[in-house]
């Protein structure tokens, strides 16, 4: 009877811990339909104050895509030849 205590609480805390990284994720990605990722304006504002709204603000002017490219680049790039220019 013990074994099967212990056995159920383990299997108990790991379902747990699951349920909480789930949750966590969710969390994420609700954010990521609510926010902008790269300025943090919210879906709101863009879609009251601004002509291209939520959608189209994040698809053309704040791509996530083109900042990793970019980013992926820089990195990439030799450091001597990384002159601000």
Known sequence: IFLYLLLAIITGIVIEAFWGLREEIEVAEADLQA??????????????????????HV?????????????LRVKMTPKSKLTGQ
């Open 35 to 56: 926010r902008c990722f790269v300025c943090n304006l919210d879906r709101f504002t863009l879609d009251q104050k601004t002509l291209l709204g939520f959608d189209k």
């Open 59 to 71: 698809r053309l002017e704040h791509n996530p895509r083109l900042y990793l490219f970019f980013l």
